[in-house]
């Protein structure tokens, strides 16, 4: 069963056209990320799946049912989002950030529940972040944040999850903790993932699909294996890059056009 169907969706900024005739469809329980160059229309059409911004033309549906029967709280219990990074406007405690995952499971009163408090503190165990429970967003690293942004996420407690660069700001160990973290969830749970990602070495050991988009009209969706080629990332990106294989995963090392060379 599709999750996710994107059907000829456009989409500009008039004047200037972001997406054109893109469709896709994603599979229950599958992996998918998103890579491309910068300005290739990564976060619009992330913003597009989460219902923030609607098509110039096409359709999207979740779960079978067009975007458009969506209420917001229904939404909601759809479709978790973590964006990319951005300071706080108000000095939240990160514990009551992440309890605003669960707002859309709030009873008529507005008011947490046991289980509410269970879902937060077994979201903040996940993304190690219980160790700073009292501080506030604004004392908070931009990587603290986006695992705290992550936590929040998990805590609302949807079928799909779409995540803009979780692993910005974010050391080799969380970036790998991270995508361990989406890997876990989608065996254990079967949730349905969408990440946008410049690692897309990263992504190639955890992700069952990639969506490359390029320039209006120009994208290529496969299994990485199709995706993740020194063809692909010369056409997309315009760089030349060795590739290799590591245990049947490919992976590329982009080279540099001026290679540095050292004195013998």
Do not use: W
Request: hydrophobic share 40%; proline share 5%; glycine share 8%.
């Amino acid at each position: 069963m599709d999750m996710i169907e994107v059907k000829n969706v456009s989409f500009r900024y008039p004047p200037q056209e972001v997406l054109r005739d893109v469709t896709f469809r994603i599979a229950a329980g599958q992996f998918l990320a998103i890579a491309g160059p910068n300005g290739a229309g990564k976060t619009t059409l992330l913003q597009l799946l989460s219902g923030m911004l609607k098509p110039t033309r096409g359709s999207i549906l979740i779960d079978g049912e067009p975007m458009s029967r969506y209420n917001p709280r229904r939404l909601a219990h759809k479709i978790a989002v973590v964006r990319q990074d951005v300071l706080p406007s108000f000095a939240y405690s990160v514990y009551e950030t992440v309890l605003m995952g669960r707002t859309c499971h709030f009873g008529p009163m507005g008011f947490e529940s046991e289980a509410d408090r269970q879902a937060v503190q077994a979201a903040m165990e996940a993304t190690e972040t219980t160790c700073f429970a009292s501080r506030r967003l604004t004392q908070l690293s931009g990587g603290e944040r986006q695992r705290v942004y992550i936590a929040r996420a998990l805590a609302q407690d949807t079928p799909i999850l779409l995540l803009d660069e979780p692993t910005s700001f974010l050391d080799m160990r969380h970036q790998v903790a991270v995508f361990d973290l989406l890997k876990d969830l989608q065996n254990r749970r079967g949730i349905t993932i969408l990440v946008i990602t410049h690692n897309v070495n990263l992504a190639g050991q955890y992700c069952d699909q990639m969506l490359l988009l390029g320039p209006p009209g120009q994208y290529e969706i496969g299994s990485v294996s199709h995706i993740v080629t020194a063809a692909m990332m010369e056409r997309f990106f315009g760089v030349k890059v060795l590739l290799g294989k590591m245990e049947n995963i490919n992976f590329l090392i982009p080279i540099a056009r001026s290679p540095h060379k050292t004195a013998e």
